[in-house]
């Protein structure tokens, strides 16, 4: 795929995302994605056959790149207390950003276009994050800077809170205070 190719495809991803994130996996149309990206249909399908197709991709992009930070990080051997106030900040103010939310899309998704086995692609997702968030806090136990945990409690919390506040504040409201809070535990949790 050529340069122009490329820059179409990231542009049909950037503006799905956002498209995605407002009116959740089920009610975005590939018609939709052409108004917003303006792109013809034929154009659209040259790149993508399906929002599913564009979706997925989507939730693979955003889970290696989280993966690929962490991890170019942890090999440069940046201190672990300033890469878990890093994420957590982010993460902070992403639960507080309903706006910008795919929970509620990836919870339709993947419970309408998944076995429910462990072949689920979610669920091996869920592993992804589940050891890249128990090597990290490994790297942190071992540099010093962490308090030695249970680390497979300490990934659940992180993990299960993150996305939980992320599906309900797309729902609801959610007080500011809760991610403050969370955040604040996390780190009381782990940091020395």
């Not at 994605?33 to 399908?45: D, P």
């Not at 507080?96 to 309408?112: G, H, K, P």
């Not at 403050?180 to 996390?186: G, P, Q, V």
Request: hydrophobic share 35%; proline share 2%; aromatic share 10%.
């Amino acid at each position: 795929m050529g340069k122009k190719g490329a820059e179409t495809q990231k542009l049909i991803l950037e503006k799905s995302m956002s498209l995605f994130a407002q009116k959740g996996f089920k009610n975005v149309t590939m018609k939709d994605i052409c108004i917003e990206t303006g792109l013809s249909r034929g154009g659209l399908y040259r790149h993508y056959g399906s929002t599913h197709q564009i979706f997925s991709e989507i939730v693979a992009y955003l889970m290696n790149a989280q993966d690929t930070e962490l991890s170019e990080k942890m090999e440069r051997g940046y201190p672990a207390a300033k890469i878990l106030n890093d994420i957590l900040e982010r993460y902070k103010t992403e639960m507080l950003d309903s706006s910008a939310s795919l929970s509620a899309a990836i919870y339709e998704f993947y419970s309408e276009n998944q076995p429910d086995t462990k072949d689920n692609m979610l669920y091996q997702q869920y592993v992804s994050s589940k050891k890249m968030w128990a090597n990290f806090i490994t790297y942190g136990i071992e540099r010093g800077e962490f308090k030695k945990v249970d680390i497979e409690e300490m990934v659940d919390t992180i993990i299960f809170s993150y996305q939980g506040v992320r599906m309900f504040s797309t729902i609801l409201p959610i007080d500011e205070q809760i991610p403050k809070r969370i955040i604040s535990h996390i780190r009381k949790s782990l940091l020395i």
